[in-house]
């Protein structure tokens, strides 16, 4: 079939503008997102099947997230976009055979892009979408743990733009900024009984918090090309502090509606209405920070069709913060119409200000190597592994994040090469990669010595994902 020089021309633009737009698609669709820990998410299908190690290598439109400093050394306009699949399941049972085992399985569907574009020989600008810190539990209904967490969800969305500039031949820079949004939700029941009127058996009130908030960070990047055979890379991210604003409703679970009790004012009120006239919808506050990391890495061709890479990751996870939410009123503020006279009726006070747990996490240094080999011009096999520390301990291991150390083992293939023209002229449009990753990771069973909650947490991961990306 032959078509107009016009019509090819037309074509070349449509491609880049319908592949972008899908991507933001599927970047921004809103998802359920799920994790071992809040940093398990790769945001590069290549990456991933590498194990994450990727700060030395960083020679695609991903190297944005991993180290932006690569950026410098791709010409023309790149485009990377990724998706991934992920279901995991965590259990927690009590050691002496006790009630359990209790199951949370969220599922995922996280996406990334990433474009870079070199205006000037050595000078390239960057910019994309990624989620690096994520998380969720939903747990069986009724379980031990109800008090703490029936659910909870931590979402994260880094938008970074990067210069990257090579200094000198084979040695690059890179300075960039991260605007973060952030949100969480967190689910937990209370206990309700009347002191001076005892009811027949407490009444489990929903706490429901749902918050967002927003912050700035720096991210900075070095990669030097010491020799065609090795590379070696580092990155840095700040820390970025989220100020967290929201709301805290709350509703019984059960259906009390017949239940009365005296009242100081009239000859009864109905166990719902107190409930209802107790618990006061708050506005409440947080802050969490996401936390300073540190990577570097080295990526060895020893053969032409042979590449090794390895990484180190430090992550500052000890100034995270707690899981803590507290009201813009304090005390007897919290509803000034259950003024002192009730409380003092029904012996109720008015202490729900501040409701959470501490997370007393710790700095972590993760260790992520690859391997990929290339048994052809365009085709890439790889493999990879990731050793992950839990930024926990058994004393600050609980149903809000009971983080575990884990193992990852990840495998997968990509393929570079040419596109052509879908009219059928043969005329060569851009350059395409295409990846495909799967990984699985495993952990050992973490006991808890947490005062209640002294139970044993197990969990196991499987993503599959896929990426693509155009070269013009």
């Known amino acids: 079939m032959i078509i107009s020089r016009a019509r090819s021309s037309r074509s070349r633009g449509f491609v880049p503008a319908l592949v972008f737009a899908l991507a933001m698609a599927l970047t921004l669709v809103p998802s359920r997102l799920g994790a071992d820990d809040f940093s398990f998410h790769e945001p590069s299908a290549r990456a ?5 190690a990727f700060t030395a290598l960083a020679d695609d439109a991903s190297g944005l997230f991993y180290n932006p400093a690569g950026l410098a050394f791709l010409s023309g306009f790149r485009l990377k976009t990724n998706i991934a699949f992920s279901t995991r399941t965590t259990t927690a049972a009590w050691p002496d055979g006790g009630p359990g085992p209790y199951r949370t399985a969220p599922s995922e569907f996280l996406g990334s892009i990433g474009v870079s574009w070199q205006p000037f020989k050595r000078v390239t600008i960057g910019t994309g979408l990624f989620s690096p810190y994520n998380y969720e539990s939903y747990w069986t209904p009724g379980w031990s743990g109800e008090t ?3 659910r909870n969800r931590l979402r994260s969305l880094y938008f970074r733009s990067v210069v990257a500039v090579e200094v000198v031949k084979g040695f690059a820079l890179s300075a960039g900024v991260d605007v973060v949004s952030s949100s969480l939700r ?3 029941t209370i206990p309700f009984d009347i002191p001076n009127y005892p009811l027949a058996r407490p009444v489990d009130i929903d706490s429901s918090h749902r918050l967002h908030g927003r912050g700035l960070g720096f991210v900075a990047g070095a990669l030097w090309k010491v020799v065609p055979a090795l590379r070696i890379g580092a990155r840095y991210q700040q820390g970025v502090p989220i100020d967290y604003t929201g709301t805290d409703i709350f509703n019984a679970q059960l259906d009390i509606s017949g239940v009365t009790v005296p009242d100081p004012h009239r000859p009864s009120r109905r166990v719902s209405d107190l ?3 107790y618990y006061a919808t708050q506005d409440v506050t947080g802050r969490l920070t996401f936390p300073r990391e540190i990577a570097g890495g080295f990526a060895l061709t020893p053969l032409s069709s042979l590449s090794v890479y390895l990484d180190v990751v430090w992550d500052r996870w000890s100034e995270f913060g707690d899981w803590i939410f507290r009201s813009v009123n304090e005390g007897a503020a919290l509803n000034p119409a259950f003024t002192a006279e009730y409380q003092q009726f029904y012996g109720l006070e008015l202490n729900y200000d501040t409701q959470g747990i501490p ?3 710790r700095d972590t240094t993760d260790i992520k190597a690859g391997l990929e080999f290339r048994p052809g011009r365009y085709l890439a096999l790889r493999a990879g592994y990731a050793r992950r520390q839990s930024s926990v301990d058994e004393a ?8 575990l150390g884990r193992s990852i083992y990840s495998i997968g293939f990509g393929y570079e090469g040419p596109l052509f023209s879908v009219w059928g002229d043969g005329e060569r449009v851009s ?4 990846d495909v990753f799967l990984r699985y990771a495993s952990s050992a069973p973490g006991a808890s010595t947490f005062p209640g909650f002294e139970m044993t947490y197990d969990s196991s991961r499987l993503v599959f994902g896929v990426g693509a990306g155009l070269v013009f």
């Not at 350059?431 to 295409?434: I, K, P, T």
């Open 359 to 361: 997370l007393t996490q």
């Open 148 to 150: 703490l967490n029936e």
């Open 431 to 434: 350059d395409l990669s295409f």
């Open 48 to 52: 991933a099947a590498l194990g994450g």
């Open 186 to 188: 967190w689910l937990h």
């Open 396 to 403: 600050g291991r609980t149903p809000v994040y009971p983080d």
């Open 275 to 277: 409930i209802d006239f």
